[in-house]
């Protein structure tokens, strides 16, 4: 398959195609993404060779339009391989995830000249990026402490970012500050931060309990110079990159990545329960399992139609994206908690064990609660938008 034979522009794919590349993905993930988990479980880290596995076989660029290289997967299409991805192990998932989804944010406001030297290098594999926008002593968004003051033809940045994926192993940080001496989002800038810039401390932090072998950074800048020309956007814009170039595809794509992690769950308590005999009968013949097992099955598919739902709202540049964004990751993590817990229920004490493969699903599932906003930042976004339409609404 060739990465013309997916169009972007039209929302249609040839369907024989589609079926064909997401049986190709089902078998990645069924076979060498399978190995790969095992020994990132064992080494707790990522070996390059996977970046540049999922790079060759053009897993990286699914989402990113053909003219820049990439297949033009519709974002709703590309979901449907986003939850085969979701299946396999976190890391490899959050790789796919990530990468086909930041070139959007840097895009939307660069130049000709920005778009060749950060946009394409991300999507050809060539270069990475990492979200850069949580800090340690604020709240994510407009109460950013980090600031830049200006010189000339350079800004000059101070302060500290943490919890960033990807952030010791990158060539870019995508990094949100502030102009000194502003508040509220009108002083924010987008930043394309070089991460060999001078005034950087990198410090990888622990290992997490779940999503293991990603690298998290936390990151200190020291008057560390970024030049004018990598800025994206206005100053005072900074949040739009973040919010609706970025976090709001990725909360649409992380909730059908919880929908991926849930099914995986579900197929794994499935198998359990029609091998584990108990008393002479298999576990799914008792009803208290059989009743959990249907329970996770309406789980699954009510999140997934949820999320399909807000992401073709999203194409289509509907004004409901952000409440249903945010309501489609509230809804699938949510969903995830409950279909992970029964889960590792019908397996019994045996899945609490480290041998099996419900026990690394249960881990990695608990990152979902807070990746791209935890549920009380989603409920806020989706309480202010409803309350505020409703209010318009009424004053009519």
Same mark, same amino acid.
């Given at each position: ?11 249609? &794919?040839?369907?024989?195609? +589609? @079926?064909? =590349? ?7 993930? $069924?076979? %060498?993404? *399978? ?10 880290? &990522?070996?390059?060779?996977? +970046? @540049?596995? =999922? ?7 699914? $989402?990113? %339009?053909? *003219? ?329």
């Amino acid at each position: 398959m060739t990465q013309n034979e997916l169009p972007t522009t039209t929302g249609v &794919v040839d369907e024989t195609e +589609f @079926a064909a =590349l997401k049986a190709e993905v089902a078998d990645y993930v $069924a076979g %060498p993404a *399978e190995r790969w988990a095992q020994r990132i479980e064992r080494d707790a880290e &990522v070996p390059d060779a996977v +970046f @540049a596995e =999922l790079r060759d076989r053009g897993y990286l660029s699914l $989402a990113a %339009p053909v *003219e820049y290289g990439g297949r033009g997967v519709p974002f709703s299409r590309y979901l449907e391989l986003m939850e085969l991805f979701s299946m396999s192990h976190a890391s490899i998932r959050m790789i796919v995830h990530v990468v086909n989804g930041i070139w959007r944010a840097i895009d939307q406001f660069a130049t000709d000249e920005q778009r060749k030297r950060f946009v394409l290098p991300v999507i050809a594999g060539e270069k990475r990026a990492a979200f850069t926008l949580t800090e340690p002593t604020a709240g994510t968004g407009a109460d950013l402490r980090c600031s830049v003051t200006r010189e000339g033809d350079t800004y000059f940045l101070s302060g500290e970012k943490h919890l960033i994926t990807f952030g010791v192993n990158c060539d870019w940080w995508l990094l949100f500050a502030r102009l000194a001496g502003t508040t509220g989002k009108d002083g924010t800038v987008a930043l394309m931060v070089d991460r060999d810039a001078a005034g950087v401390t990198v410090e990888e932090m622990a290992e997490t309990m779940g999503v293991r072998g990603t690298d998290h950074a936390h990151l200190t800048f020291d008057r560390t110079p970024v030049p004018v020309g990598n800025r994206l956007g206005e100053e005072g814009r900074g949040l739009e990159v973040a919010l609706g170039g970025f976090l709001q595809p990725s909360r649409i794509s992380v909730a059908m990545s919880c929908v991926g992690l849930a099914r995986r769950a579900h197929e794994l308590a499935m198998a359990h329960a029609l091998r584990r005999e108990t008393f002479g009968k298999k576990l799914a013949q008792r009803q208290a399992i059989s009743f959990a097992i249907a329970e996770n099955a309406a789980d699954i598919e009510a999140a997934r139609a949820l999320t399909l739902h807000a992401a073709r709202e999203w194409e289509a540049g509907s004004p409901q994206s952000a409440v249903l964004s945010s309501a489609s990751k509230l809804t699938a993590v949510d969903m995830l908690t409950r279909v992970t817990d029964r889960a590792l229920q019908i397996h019994g004490g045996i899945g609490y064990w480290s041998t099996s493969p419900i026990e690394r699903v249960y881990r990695d599932a608990r990152a979902q609660r807070f990746e791209e906003g935890t549920n009380e930042i989603q409920k806020t976004v989706i309480a202010r938008e409803v309350l505020r339409e409703f209010a318009e609404g009424s004053a009519e």
